[in-house]
């Protein structure tokens, strides 16, 4: 069974070349829109994962209202993974709450809420 040990939504995240120490850059769970669709220009999510030892197929899934809005798979290989994924120019149709879930084998192992408010 896969363990999530934190999950962030931010503004960028990367790691140091050479150390590899992880840089996690403005994390927030609230973003303010004047009209709709809600675009953000660039955000990243970045999590660490403690499985197993194998091979483990990784997804994020961003939902609104129990429906999907976008999916991001990955794999990794071994017990500890840091897994970071940028998005850009993404699209929120509605103000709401969208709801981050990742999964490790199918199985959900945690959430993450991004609230959108119509200002």
Wanted: hydrophobic share 45%; charged share 20%.
């Amino acid at each position: 069974m896969a363990q999530l040990n934190f999950f962030h939504i931010c503004g960028d995240a990367f790691l140091t070349e050479g150390s590899r120490a992880l840089n996690v850059i403005g994390i927030f769970d609230q973003v303010h829109a004047q009209k709709f669709p809600a675009l953000i220009p660039s955000f990243a999510t970045v999590a660490h994962v403690t499985a197993m030892e194998g091979v483990h197929k990784l997804k994020l899934i961003i939902k609104h209202e129990g429906n999907s809005v976008a999916e991001i798979a990955s794999e990794f290989t071994g017990s500890n993974h840091q897994w970071i994924s940028h998005y850009a120019g993404m699209s929120f149709p509605v103000a709401g709450e969208y709801l981050f879930e990742i999964r490790v084998d199918d199985e959900l192992i945690g959430t993450k809420r991004l609230e959108i408010k119509q200002v």
